[in-house]
Structures are given as C-alpha cells and as structure tokens.
Nanobody, 125 residues
Framework: QVQLVESGGGLVQAGGSLRLSCAAS????????MGWFRQRPGKEREFVAT????????SYATSVKGRFTISRDNAKNTLYLQMDSLKPDDTAVYYC??????????????????WGQGTQVTVSS
C-alpha cells in the first residue's frame, strides 16, 4: 500500500515556475515507477511524465518536454515535478501516481495503482 500526497500547486503567471512535490508513505517507494498526470478543465486525465525507480530513464509528454523535469529522492520518499516556462494551457489539477509492478515506463494511467488527491496549478496570461 502506498499513500501519495501532492503539494506545491498554486497560481503563477505565464513564463513562471512551480515545483510540485509528492510525498509517499510506505517502505516501497524506491521500488515504484512513478508518474505525473494532469487533468485540464473539460479534458480527460493525461500523461505528463514518468520516472523509473532508479531515476533513469524518464519520459515526458511532447507538450511538456524541455520545460518540465521529473525527479525523485528515494531517501525522502518524495517525487518532484519542476515546471518552468509555464503556459496558460498548463492549467490543470496535477496528480502523482505509483505502481510497484511496472517493469517499463508507462504513459497509460491505467498502469498505475496508487494515486494522490491532486494539486491545482493555475497559470495566468
């Protein structure tokens, strides 16, 4: 069982930066593949980024590649998403997700067993 709690969301102007955190409970964080997903207003949940248990490899959605960076600190049981050059289109509820059975990175939300409650990110123009 893994419990996930996101934080770090908020309101930021276009071009600004935010860093999201996802604190995980349990002793299995270091063996879980982790992911960030988001749900924009009126849209379905979509993949943002994913990271392997060892921190490499990583994978990103085309829309965020070069602007967002996913990372993790297994000693702190924490996942991060550094978001730079934010755009109004990045406005969404951001969720972290985990799964201990994945042996490859996955952009499919159905591959992940555990989910956080989400944190709102709003980017103003």
């Amino acid at each position: 069982q893994v419990q996930l709690v996101e934080s770090g969301g908020g309101l930021v102007q276009a071009g600004g930066s935010l860093r999201l955190s996802c604190a995980a409970s349990g002793r299995t964080f270091s063996t879980n593949t982790m992911g960030w997903f988001r749900q924009r207003p009126g849209k379905e949940r979509e993949f943002v980024a994913t990271i392997s248990p060892s921190s490499t490899p990583t994978s990103y959605a085309t829309s965020v590649k070069g602007r967002f960076t996913i990372s993790r600190d297994n000693a702190k049981n924490t996942l991060y998403l550094q978001m730079d050059s934010l755009k109004p289109d990045d406005t969404a509820v951001y969720y972290c997700a985990a799964d201990g059975r994945l042996t490859v990175l996955s952009s499919n939300s159905r591959s992940y067993t555990y989910w956080g409650q989400g944190t709102q990110v709003t980017v103003s123009s």
